[in-house]
């Protein structure tokens, strides 16, 4: 976003040259730098590139500086020895966080960010008040999805994002939603998460196994094509954290076996970075 203060990035791109192409683009492009960037959560296909605007101002939620501090120094780790491309990067901590919500006047444009828990504990969602337009990242994306944060916060964030109409949602991946097409998509991410959540409850309490390849995407109200077909997975993965979840709220249940299947997702999580 272009104001008269400078250039506002919402989330960098995961490798170092597709951050730096939108770099030289500000500046050569548009003749600007980028002043402030908005990190909507910590994974690293949202962080990794603000090393990359020295002297700028970086802004996320207070959990995510804390988890930035704590996992991301050793995924960074990682992905360096993974792969050179990273040599590069280095660790940028948020300079200026916030807890529940705090508006930005930045020029004459007004950013209004909002903790907005589900996908991650420390996802915020991003609002240019005149624009109407919502920079939602991973808490609108083609099915929610929540192994690494919270079923019962995603339920409660995306409810929240209904008291608002908006000229579009710009999706953490997927495509712009418009006006009109906003509520509906809203209301669907919900009504997926109720479809899946008793599904799996009623599976437990039928005592069936292998979860993943009996309830279905579609049974669940979403498209098997989004995202290329990678929903698909997401969608098993989501159910993984919810077998995980009842079985460790059952005493008794075998909830090793779950544990090991969500630790599969994450780290395939981590892998794909959604």
Known sequence: MLTDDGAVLIDTLLYPEETMRIRRYVEEGLSSRVNYVIITHFHADHSTGACFFPGAQVIAHKRCREILDQRGRESLRQLKEAAAEFEPVE???????????MTLEIGATKFHLRE??????????????????????????????????????????????????????????????????????????????????????????????????QISLAACGKSHVLLNGVVEQLHQHNIRALVKQYRDETPGSPAGQASDEVERSYTWHQKKLI
């Open 116 to 213: 907005s828990p589900g996908h991650s504990p420390d996802s915020i969602t991003c609002l240019l008040e005149e624009e109407e337009v919502l920079f939602a990242a991973d808490t609108v994306m083609p099915i929610p999805y929540f192994v690494d944060g919270s079923f019962s916060d995603f339920v409660g964030s995306l409810t929240r994002l209904l008291e608002v109409e908006y000229e579009n949602i710009v999706q953490g991946h997927g495509d712009i939603i418009l006006r009109g097409e906003a509520p509906e998509k809203i209301k669907s991410d919900l009504e997926y998460l109720r479809k899946v959540n008793e599904a799996v409850k009623s599976a437990l309490e039928k005592g069936l196994e292998d979860l993943d390849n």
């Open 91 to 101: 660790l940028v901590l948020p300079n200026i966080t916030f807890e529940r919500e």
